[in-house]
């Protein structure tokens, strides 16, 4: 009988505990479906083409808070110091867009250039990678005069 007993009781405390956290469970879904949503409107990449080495390029990346409350962009980070993000300091409130305005000095940047912008917010994820990319044609070197050169 206190076996009975026994067994009654653990069935009735793991029912219990199961349904608690279905509770939480849908309680944190709930929440995470209210939290702010960094939505891009346009691409997370911005392919440059090809310029000319000491040219400064500038992109806008558009996007929209698709979430229930205001979207705060914590800080943001670029890959190099060529490459300088400006963002709005305010709270985003739902469904407004805005923009992070991004400008790349390609002043000593021959080659193929990559640059990545890490965006931090008050999101889920909590960093958004963005990214500028093409190619910087080198500027052409001054002419060497061959009779100061042997000197």
Known sequence: MKKIALF???GLAVAFSGCSKTDKKGEEKQASSKMPVFALIDSTEYDFGTIE?????E?????RNDGEYPLILNNISSSCGC?????????IEAKQTSSIKVRFDSKHKAGPQVK????????EPANIELRLKGIVNAA???AVDSTTAKK
Request: glycine share 4%; charged share 20%; net charge negative.
């Open 8 to 10: 009654a009781v653990l």
């Open 53 to 57: 080495e000491g040219a400064i390029v």
């Open 59 to 63: 992109h806008e990346f558009k996007f």
């Open 83 to 91: 490459t300088t993000p400006e963002w709005p300091k305010d709270p």
């Open 116 to 123: 990545t912008i890490t965006v931090y917010a008050n999101t």
């Open 140 to 142: 052409p070197q001054p």
